[in-house]
């Protein structure tokens, strides 16, 4: 419709955000919405929800990659609307839940899924380490400082044992975030991969007064290291640039995500660091944040060998020392970080110490109160 001067909300889209939630629930949920007794898991990658009118819905959990192709999603929707009436989720995780309302269904879909090879691997649920949830990377942001896909990969493969099984004590969620910018779920996971920048950015002063607004980028220097600069090459031109106070940068690459003219990725500067013994939930203890285990791995494509190691180290010390429910974080604070480190072989270094000027405000961050 035209818009309309004298009635101005006319016609007008006010929600443009995504679809109420409850539109795409399965029938099975709508009626039961609410009166969900208990679930439990029946076999690993296998979840059954129990209502209070004694209907049942089974989960069933299978891993994938996060960046899918078209030919897979229908693939999957094909499989849906065979054994589910078409109705399935995504999880936070990556994972996809097919839900099953007809009993009889369930056997036919577990043996079908498992009849395609390793396209459909069936777990992830309770004490395994379910889908790594990670964030873009080389693929498609702009200042990462490794691959996300690829890492994920590397590791997933090799732990792929603990997927469909629980042999763990508790579930172990991995995360990996290609810069600090962190838009992955790295402080608050079990195992964190975590791209690190070591280098201030590179100044292309030639391109800066062209593709740059300056008093934005010194605007979005979070420590304020970035100052303005008349700069002359060596026909004697001057150009309108900016300096980098280097003793003041933290790698950040906010400036680089204002300004193209300042490049943070350096093949010799970046790399991996791996944190541990962060998790979102509230049981037994409160929230906790991940804590830097190794400051740095150097960038290893295309199969991350030494990240896949200390991952596995760490893994297989705290499958056959913690306690039943007890979450790596957990198990950490019962043996203490000397003993971790002493345990997993990784090395205590000067960038553990954490000397931040405003770490006193965070360090008992929590969503648990107690009165
Ligand atoms: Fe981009 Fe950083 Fe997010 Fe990776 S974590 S996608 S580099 S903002
Ligand atoms: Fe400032 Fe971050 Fe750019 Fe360093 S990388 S100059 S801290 S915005």
């Known amino acids: 419709m035209p818009f309309d001067p004298n009635d101005i909300m006319k016609d007008r889209i006010t929600d443009i955000g995504p679809p109420k939630y409850d539109k795409f629930f399965p029938p099975i949920v709508k009626e039961n919405y609410g009166k969900w007794k208990y679930h439990e898991i029946i076999e690993p990658g296998v979840l059954l929800h ?5 209907a049942k819905l089974y989960s069933v959990r299978v891993g994938t990659s996060r960046l899918v192709s078209v030919d897979y999603v229908r693939e999957v929707c094909d499989i849906a609307d065979k054994y589910c009436d078409g109705y399935l989720r995504w999880t936070t995780r990556n994972n996809i839940e097919f839900l099953v309302s007809d009993e009889s269904k369930l ?28 964030t873009q990377g080389w693929v498609h942001c702009h200042t990462p400082a490794i691959d996300a896909s690829g890492i994920v990969k590397s590791v997933m493969d090799d732990l792929f044992e603990y997927f469909g ?12 975030a290609c810069c600090l910018n962190m838009c992955g779920a790295v402080h608050c996971s079990d195992i964190a991969i975590l791209g690190v920048h070591r280098k201030p950015p590179f100044i292309e002063h030639d391109r800066v007064q062209n593709v740059c607004e300056i008093p934005l980028v010194i605007a ?30 933290m790698f950040c690459g906010n400036c680089y995500t204002m300004c193209p003219a300042l490049p943070i990725a350096d093949q010799d500067g970046d790399g991996v660091a791996i944190w541990v013994g962060g998790k979102v939930s509230n049981s037994r203890v409160a ?8 400051p740095y791995i150097p960038n290893e494509p295309p199969r991350w060998p030494t990240v896949v190691k200390t991952i596995r180290k760490i893994v297989e010390v705290y499958a056959s020392d913690g306690r039943r429910y007890e979450r790596i974080g957990e198990w950490i604070n019962r043996i203490g970080w000397e003993r971790f480190f002493e345990k997993t072989g990784l090395e205590f270094r000067h960038e553990h110490i954490d000397d931040y000027r405003l770490a006193m405000t965070t360090w008992r961050t929590t969503t648990q109160f107690k009165f």
């Open 107 to 134: 056997r036919p879909l577990i043996n079908d899924l498992k009849s395609r090879g390793n396209w459909f691997p069936i777990g992830g649920t309770g004490a395994s380490i379910t889908s790594i949830v990670h």
């Open 287 to 294: 929230p906790m944040f991940s804590k830097l285990a190794v």
């Open 50 to 54: 129990v209502s209070e009118t004694g």
């Open 220 to 249: 979005a220097c979070p420590t304020a290291a970035i100052k303005p600069k008349k700069v002359a090459d060596e026909s004697g031109k001057e150009y309108k640039s900016v300096e980098i106070n280097e003793a003041r940068c």
């Open 165 to 176: 099984s629980h042999k763990l004590p508790a579930q172990v969620r991995i995360a990996l």
